[in-house]
């Protein structure tokens, strides 16, 4: 019953990575301008929604992990997006909140999902997501030292998640609907 309820945040976090990432492969030249807080929006959102996650479900098993995460990502990203229109980030600080958030946030979901999963079956989404999460900040950092178009692996990636996130709403939903049955 407790997946009926929740499949739909899932399936809107994978519905705004894939609108993030198409607006990056569609729109390169305006999303270069606004790569950062395009990053930074989606960190955000999928923070806020982390944050949720583990503030409803703080006693159970990767609740607190949850809820840690959702803030790293709902701090690093709103942190960036407040401070930007604010007009007080630099560049050189907003790549670095970026990167390091995404690593942590990455980092804090692959350790909830191999060591504080309680018994909830393995999933290989999740993991994916998280990867490709760390593996985005990380990315964000080699950027400064080499010349990589970021603005297309950013879209392709927030793409691939979007994918692998809504595809998974829809596991979650059917499980649980077959065990409500």
């Known amino acids: ?9 899932v399936l809107i976090e994978g519905l705004v990575a894939i609108g993030l990432g198409l607006y990056m492969l569609i729109a390169p030249n305006s999303a270069t301008v606004y790569l950062g807080l395009v990053i930074a929006a989606y960190l955000a959102i999928s923070g806020l929604l982390q ?21 790293v990502g709902l701090i690093s990203g709103g942190g960036i997006l407040i401070l930007y229109f604010l007009k007080v ?4 600080m907003g790549v670095i909140i970026l990167g390091i958030g995404l690593v942590v946030y990455g980092l804090l979901g692959l350790y909830e999902n191999f060591f504080d999963r ?4 393995f999933a290989w989404a999740p993991v994916l997501v998280n990867i490709a999460l760390a593996g985005w900040g ?3 950092f080699v950027d400064r030292s080499r010349d990589i178009n970021l603005t297309l692996w950013s879209g392709l990636i927030l793409l691939l998640i979007g994918v692998v996130i809504a595809g998974y709403s829809f596991i979650i939903r059917k499980r649980g609907a077959s065990a409500a049955a």
């Open 89 to 92: 980030l630099s560049l050189e």
């Open 138 to 140: 990380a990315l964000i």
């Open 51 to 71: 944050t949720f996650k583990g503030a409803v479900h703080w006693s159970a098993p990767g609740g607190k992990i949850d809820l840690i995460q959702g803030l």
């Open 1 to 9: 019953m407790e997946s009926q309820r929740r499949w739909w945040l």
């Open 118 to 121: 309680g018994e909830a079956p």
